[in-house]
């Protein structure tokens, strides 16, 4: 029980100092101070600040999106709707004080660390690419490069400290969709070969 407060009090001070300070000048130390716990704490915890910020990402932001995304799961939805379910929430956020800063913060810190160690289902790739595949019937790994353009382009958007607005959100909601809902251009040709295979010399 003390190792769950602890961490929650973790998230709290953390998610405190971000209001004004940027993940890039955010100290371990400062935190723990904010906190008002061991210095070591968030090492303890979370082993790194950057999982201590995808814990804190993950905490906050995640619920926003868990059950629409869960219920598209439970069927097999079009690129629309899955489009759809991710964007709706924005305006919203965007207009909320407690979660416009959640949105910059995920956005930059996304795009700066291609690698973070995501845990929570809705934040990790291969859920998206099974539902891409089975929405399109692209293969997996056309599904993923997809989605890898997608949310590049998603979190240079909210990486910008802006207001959304419904014309930006529909225009994302409408590029996004054409580019997810591409043909499959790794599909085999007419003599079994894919495009990106150059023909025999003698064709």
């Known amino acids: 029980m003390a190792t769950d407060v602890t961490r929650t009090r973790l998230l709290d001070a953390a ?5 004004t300070t940027s993940y890039a000048d955010l100290k371990v130390r400062a935190v723990c101070v904010e906190a ?3 210095p070591a704490s968030v090492h303890y915890h979370f082993g790194s600040r950057e999982n201590l910020v995808t814990a804190l990402l993950q905490d906050r932001l995640g619920p926003v999106w868990a ?3 869960d219920e598209l799961a439970a069927r097999h939805p079009t690129v629309r709707e899955i489009v759809d379910a991710i964007l709706a929430p924005l305006l919203r956020l965007s207009e909320n004080t407690s979660y416009a800063p959640h949105l910059t913060l995920l956005g930059g810190f996304v795009m700066t660390h291609p690698d973070a160690e995501w845990t929570a289902t809705w934040f990790r790739t291969d ?5 891409l595949t089975h929405a ?3 293969d997996e790994r056309t599904a993923r490069r997809r989605w890898q353009f997608a949310f590049s382009l998603l979190m240079t958007e909210l990486s910008i400290p ?3 607005t419904p014309w930006n959100v529909a225009a994302l909601g409408d590029f996004l969709t054409a580019g997810l809902n591409g043909p499959n251009s790794s599909s085999p040709d007419s003599n079994g070969r894919s495009p990106a295979e150059p023909p025999p010399k003698d064709e």
């Open 15 to 19: 998610e405190r100092l971000l209001a």
């Open 36 to 38: 008002g716990v061991n």
């Open 67 to 69: 059950d629409p995304l």
């Open 127 to 131: 859920v998206w690419a099974t539902l």
């Open 136 to 138: 399109t019937g692209v």
């Open 162 to 164: 802006q207001r959304l």
